[in-house]
Antibody
Framework: QVQLVQSGAEVKMPGASVKVSCRTS????????INWVRQATGQGLEWLGW????????VYAQKFRGRVTLTRDTSTNTAYLELSSLTSEDTAVYFC????????????????????WGQGTPVTVAS | DIQMTQSPSSLSASVGDRVTITCRAS??????LAWYQQRPGKVPHLLIY???TLQSGVPSRFSGSGSGTDFTLTISNLQPEDVGTYYC?????????FGQGTKVELK
């Protein structure tokens, strides 16, 4: 079965960086985009960006450009989110999510919705 | 960028009621519109994609409709387990924006 398993909770000082991992299994990692979404306590869902694990192409939300870096390791089917220059406003649960782009075995491209979510990684920024 | 606006922001309904949530986009984006449910304390999960296609395993009391810039999620027979927050999202081109959410509570 498809699974996205994220790393554990993080507590960071303001100004620091955080790196969250998302280990995938049960499907072809390189065939689907991976997105990152965050949610502050009591707030809505905010999309940070996506990466194509095959090509390494990535797009970041305007708000986070310059602070966010998406990477991946195709040998371990793992995606990573790094967010730098943290402030208290970055305190949130961060989710990795599969969806938004898919290449099948024939190279045909489709656009699936966000169908599988990681369990979330709480990140707390506090001094 | 396309903005997604949901209404209402919250609603209260009784078990068995028909509930309607709307989502309006600031521009047309070819119906790559999804609806997600987030129960309290849980991870969001996909209900509907392509504006009207029910995700596998989702109860048939959920339905989606609309096209262009105006979309609707309907719950035809509200159940206690439907309590939570519902989000619409455009998921094709970037930014893959979510609506601000609609909180559904029981009377």
């Amino acid at each position: 079965q498809v699974q996205l398993v994220q790393s554990g909770a993080e507590v960071k000082m303001p100004g620091a960086s955080v790196k969250v991992s998302c280990r995938t299994s049960g499907y072809s990692f390189i065939s689907y985009d991976i997105n990152w979404v965050r949610q502050a306590t009591g707030q809505g869902l905010e999309w940070l960006g996506w990466m194509n694990p095959n090509s390494g192409n990535k797009v970041y939300a305007q708000k986070f450009r310059g602070r966010v870096t998406l990477t991946r390791d195709t040998s371990t089917n793992t995606a990573y989110l790094e967010l730098s220059s943290l402030t208290s406003e970055d305190t949130a649960v961060y989710f990795c999510v599969r969806g938004g782009g898919h290449y099948d075995s024939n190279g045909q491209y489709s656009i699936p919705a966000f169908d599988y979510w990681g369990q979330g990684t709480p990140v707390t920024v506090a001094s | 960028d396309i903005q997604m606006t949901q209404s209402p922001s919250s609603l209260s309904a009784s078990v068995g009621d028909r509930v309607t949530i709307t989502c309006r986009a600031s521009q047309d984006f070819a119906n790559y519109l999804a609806w997600y449910q987030q129960r309290p304390g849980k991870v969001p999960h996909l209900l509907i994609y392509g504006a009207s296609t029910l995700q596998s395993g989702v109860p048939s009391r959920f339905s989606g409709s609309g096209s262009g810039t105006d979309f609707t999620l309907t719950i035809s027979n509200l159940q206690p387990e439907d309590v939570g927050t519902y989000y619409c999202q455009k998921y094709n081109s970037s930014p893959r924006t979510f609506g601000q959410g609609t909180k559904v509570e029981l009377k």
